[in-house]
C-alpha cells in the first residue's frame, strides 16, 4: 500500500471514528437530558394531584385508588402497592403486568425514581400504600434511532466529499515524495542531466527536498568526477604500458643490442617509476578525500623550511632556491606529513616550470606560506588544482600535484591562492589565518 493509501486510510478512519465517538456521546447527553425531562414532566402532573388530594381528603388509604386512577395519561401508567404487594394497576399497562418482573419492581422501589428499560419511573408514598408512576420512553428511543440514522447519513454524506478533499489535500502535501522517486529512478538509470527543481516549501517536506536536492547534485558530481578520473587514469596509464609491453616483446625476441638493451632498461625503469609515482598519488587523494582524520601535530614552520631547504639543496646549483625564515618562530596545528606534501609539490612545481638561473622563494607573511617563481608562468590560472589538469603537456608531470595540495589545504582548514602570468612566473599562497 502506498503512502498515499495509508494517509488516506489513517484520514477516512480519524473522521468516521471521531464523527462515531462524537455521535455516541451527543447521544448519551440528549438521552439523559430526554430522560430527565420525562421524570419532571412526570413530576409536574403528580405533583399538584397529590397535593389536592392531600388537603381535600384526610385519610390517605381512601385516596390512593382513587389517586392512582387520576394520574393516569396516554404517557403514564400507575401500580398501586401495598406493603409490598400489588394491588392496582391503571393506565397503558392494564393487562401487561405479568411482564413486568417482581425483581424489577423492587428495584423500582428500592431506587424511587430513575430509568428502567422500558420506562421511567417515580415512586410516590401515600399512606399505607406506595404509588409508582411508569413512563413510556418510547418516544425517547424514536429520538435515538433519529439521531443515529441523522449520524449514518452524515457520515455517508459528507464522507465522499471529505475524502475527496482529503485525498486532494495528501496528494499535494506528498508531492515532493513522488518527484524524489523518478529523480531517484532517473539517476538509478544512469541519467544524470536531471535538474532539481525546488519548491521553497518552508516545512519538513521543503526541507527534505532541499537536502536531497543537494545530495543529488554532489552525487553528480562525484558520478561525473568519477568518469574523469577513470578516463584519465586509463589514458595516463596506458602509454607506459604499453611502451613496457612493446619494449619487453622487442627484448625477448633479441632485437637490441648490449648498449641499446641498456637504454631501453633504463627507460623502462623510468616508465615504471612514472606508474608508482601515479599511483601513490592517487592513493594519496582517494586518502585525502576519504573521511579518515588528519593526524594534527604542532608544527613549527621554521622547522618545516629547513627540512625542506636540506632536501631540495641541489636546486641551488642552477636555481636561486632561497628559503626566507622567520624573525620569530611560529607554530601550525597541521598533520606534518601532509602539510610537507603540499610544500613539496609547491616547490617542485616552481623547479619544474622554471629555467635556470630562474629564482624560487620559499617564505612566509601575512598569514600565508609563498612559493614564488619568475618561470614560465600559466595562461589559465583559475584551472590549476583541477584534476588531471596540465596546461604545460611538454613538461613531464600528472596534472595530481596541485590537486593534492589544494585537497590537503581543504582538510586543513585552510586556502589555497594562485596568481600567474604567462612568461613572468607564479605566485602561490597557502593561507593558514583565514581572518586576514
Not at 478512519?13 to 420525562?38: D, E, K, M, N, P
Not at 636555481?319 to 610537507?340: G, P, T
Amino acid at each position: 500500500m502506498s503512502v498515499r493509501l495509508k494517509a488516506l486510510s489513517l484520514f477516512i478512519g480519524l473522521y468516521v471514528g471521531s464523527v462515531a465517538v462524537l455521535s455516541f456521546f451527543s447521544l448519551l447527553a440528549i438521552r439523559s437530558t430526554l430522560h430527565q425531562y420525562v421524570l419532571n414532566y412526570m413530576e409536574y402532573q403528580v405533583e399538584p394531584l397529590v397535593e389536592f388530594y392531600q388537603n381535600y381528603y384526610k385519610n390517605p388509604n381512601h385516596y390512593a385508588p382513587m389517586l392512582a386512577e387520576e394520574v393516569i395519561s396516554r404517557e403514564i401508567a400507575s401500580l398501586l402497592i401495598k406493603r409490598g404487594k400489588l394491588v392496582g394497576v391503571e393506565g397503558f399497562l392494564e393487562g401487561e403486568v405479568p411482564s413486568l418482573q417482581e425483581e424489577e419492581i423492587k428495584k423500582m422501589l428500592s431506587a424511587r425514581r430513575g430509568i428502567g428499560k422500558e420506562y421511567a419511573f417515580m415512586v410516590k408514598r401515600v399512606g399505607d400504600y406506595q404509588l409508582v408512576l411508569l413512563g413510556k420512553l418510547e418516544s425517547i428511543k424514536k429520538v435515538e434511532r433519529r439521531i443515529l440514522l441523522f449520524a449514518g447519513g452524515l457520515v455517508l454524506l459528507v464522507c465522499l466529499p471529505v475524502s475527496l478533499f482529503a485525498f486532494f489535500l495528501i496528494n499535494r502535501l506528498l508531492r515532493p515524495l513522488s518527484y524524489l522517486r523518478e529523480i531517484s529512478e532517473s539517476i538509478s538509470r544512469g541519467e544524470l542531466n536531471v535538474e532539481i527543481k525546488r519548491s521553497g516549501r518552508k516545512d519538513e517536506f521543503g526541507m527534505l527536498e532541499e537536502a536531497y536536492g543537494n545530495m543529488v547534485e554532489e552525487l553528480k558530481g562525484i558520478i561525473l568526477w568519477q568518469r574523469e578520473f577513470i578516463r584519465n587514469i586509463t589514458h595516463a596509464l596506458k602509454t607506459p604500458l604499453t611502451y613496457i609491453r612493446g619494449q619487453a616483446e622487442l627484448l625477448q625476441m633479441g632485437a637490441y643490442g648490449e648498449e641499446k638493451f641498456k637504454e631501453v632498461c633504463h627507460h623502462i625503469q623510468l616508465q615504471s617509476e612514472k606508474m608508482e609515482r601515479l599511483i601513490s598519488q592517487l592513493t594519496t587523494i582517494m586518502r585525502l578525500e576519504s573521511q579518515m582524520p588528519l593526524k594534527v601535530e604542532r608544527v613549527s614552520l621554521n622547522q618545516l623550511f629547513a627540512e625542506l631547504e636540506e632536501e631540495y639543496e641541489f636546486m641551488k646549483n642552477d636555481r636561486k632556491f632561497l628559503v626566507e625564515y622567520l624573525e620569530e618562530d611560529q607554530e601550525l596545528e597541521v598533520d606534518k606529513e601532509y602539510f610537507k606534501m603540499a610544500l613539496r609539490n609547491l616547490v617542485e612545481n616552481a623547479y619544474k616550470y622554471t629555467r635556470k638561473g630562474d629564482r624560487i622563494r620559499l617564505y612566509s607573511k601575512e598569514g600565508c606560506i609563498w612559493v614564488e617563481d619568475t618561470g614560465i608562468g600559466m595562461e589559465h590560472p583559475e584551472r590549476a588544482g583541477e584534476l588531471f589538469y596540465r596546461e604545460a603537456t611538454h613538461k613531464e608531470g600528472s596534472g595530481l600535484g596541485l590537486h593534492i595540495v589544494k585537497l590537503i589545504a581543504q582538510k586543513s582548514g585552510m586556502s589555497l591562492k594562485i596568481e600567474s602570468q604567462k612568461g613572468v612566473g607564479t605566485t602561490v599562497r597557502l593561507c593558514y589565518n583565514l581572518n586576514l
